[in-house]
């Protein structure tokens, strides 16, 4: 049985001081929880040391929001794996449409993150998700096929074990628009169908999928109780402790 996981990616939010008061309100509001996912925070680099302060003791686990191919180098303005490992980052994001939209990130590009990071020891959670324009096209599934096996080049199965891959229809991210649960549940299962074919059924049925685009208390109960949601990449409803700890509680 694949345990849920529901991570929030912080995006270009929150400085020190309210890294603390988000982290420490999450923490309160688990505190006499019984939680039946995984629950990660993804902060902005700046804040990731004392994200990994504050969580001390507790059950939430550390991502970043991205990271660079290289080792260290002439790479100005970019982070490294052992960079994110030294204040004890577990996951990364890596490919976010943001990053490819507006950083220029590619197919190829992701994959170097990928291997890096598996290399290092850290976690991907593996972004995927067509536009609106590819939607409407009738392409979905072309898309997404193209972004995983691209995505996933030179992984191999007993490394997938390490990876998140988090379906995030481009069209539904920030903009209040969200997958309905049939629309959801269609691409996550074509996504484990793909795993199938590229590596096995055994491999495909372990793997976690996240739903991403718009996720909030109202909808998630819905999204996660279809069979191959597995959780979710939560934005814009993870800056408040509330809204974020009621998508947690929706497990």
């Given amino acids: 049985m694949r345990k849920k996981v529901i991570a929030g990616n912080w995006k270009m939010h929150n400085i020190l001081e309210e890294t603390e008061l988000l982290i420490n309100g999450i923490k309160e509001g688990l505190k006499n929880e019984t939680v039946n996912c995984d629950v990660i925070v993804c902060p902005t680099f700046t804040n990731l040391y004392i994200a990994a302060k504050e969580l001390q003791g507790s059950n939430i686990k550390l991502g970043a929001q991205n990271m660079y191919y290289e080792d260290k180098g002439a790479f100005t303005g970019e982070i490294s794996a052992d960079m994110l490992l030294s204040v004890n980052v577990e ?6 449409s943001e990053r490819r939209t507006y950083f220029g990130e590619t197919d190829e590009i992701i994959n170097k993150k990928i291997l890096k990071a598996l290399e290092k020891g850290l976690k991907p959670i593996f972004c995927i998700g067509e536009t609106l324009e590819e939607r409407e096209k009738g392409i979905t599934f072309d898309v997404i096929k193209t972004q995983v096996v691209n995505g996933l080049k030179g992984v191999i199965a007993e490394q997938m074990k390490n990876i998140i891959i988090a379906y995030e229809p481009v069209w539904a991210i920030g903009t209040g628009k969200t997958a309905t649960k049939e629309q959801a549940q269609e691409v ?14 055994e491999t495909a049925v372990n793997v976690i999928i996240q739903y991403g685009g718009s996720v909030k208390p109202e909808n998630a109960a819905e999204l996660l109780s279809q069979p191959d949601i597995d959780g979710a990449l939560v934005g814009g409803a993870c800056l408040k402790a509330d809204s974020f700890l009621e998508i947690i509680k929706a497990c």
């Fill in 188 to 201: 996550h299962a074509y996504i484990r169908s793909l795993l199938t074919e590229m590596y096995n059924k």
């Fill in 91 to 96: 996951y990364v994001i890596l490919g976010h």
